[in-house]
Structure formats: structure tokens, C-alpha cells
């Protein structure tokens, strides 16, 4: 993940070269949000999601701005591998807090989420 946004500048995030597609920097925002659900679900709790916060609006491009969104997405990166590290793989095939998907699921849902959104973010930067 770090490797194809070590590169990306606050223009390059917030610049639209495909008009009806994310930007990169409402991917990153997007992903941060479903890091932070799945950290929920796999502690056992309801995530109760806000729509708002799953694509939110791209704030000023500046150095801090971006700075601030990729340092949300450390954070929430950090936290999921250490809900990792504390599920308990007896746990696995169990139904997670909303009630519709396992453990195991949600885990490895997000990971196919992220790699969704790097294959897209890796084909704007090259879009650009």
C-alpha cells in the first residue's frame, strides 16, 4: 500500500484525470473508513456506518491536509493489523457483530477492498 502512495503529491491525490471516477484521495478516505468498520466488527462490535464518512469530500490539496489523511490511514491501518493479531482463529467461522458476515470475511474483505482501490489508485496515477 505504502509503496504506490509514496509518490502521491496533494495535486496528484486531489486531481480528477478520469471525471467520473474517485479521486486518490477519496480512495484513501474510503479505505480509512472501512479499516476503521472492520477494526469494529473484528473487536465484536456493531459499526454503525455513517454514509458521509464513506467517500467524503476531498479537502484543499495542501501539503498538511494530505499529510493529516495519510497519517488517519497509518493509524487505521496499525489498528486493524493489531485486531489481527488478537482474533482468535477459533473464532473464524463465526458470525461477526452485524450479523452477515464471518470473521474470517470481514478480515479478508478488507484486504480485497484495499487491493481493489491500490489497483484503481496505481491506474490514476498513471492516468494522470
Known sequence: MWSIL???SPELAAARPLPEAHNIWELVMHMTFWEEVAIKRLA???AGLIEERNFPPTPAPTNENWRQTLDKLRSSNRRFREALAKLDSA????LSAAGKRTYYDEAH???EHHVYHLGQIAMLKKAR
Do not use: C, H, T
Open 91 to 94: 473464532k473464524l467461522d463465526e
Open 109 to 111: 474483505g478488507l484486504i
Open 6 to 8: 509514496a509518490d502521491v
Open 44 to 46: 465484536g462490535e456493531r
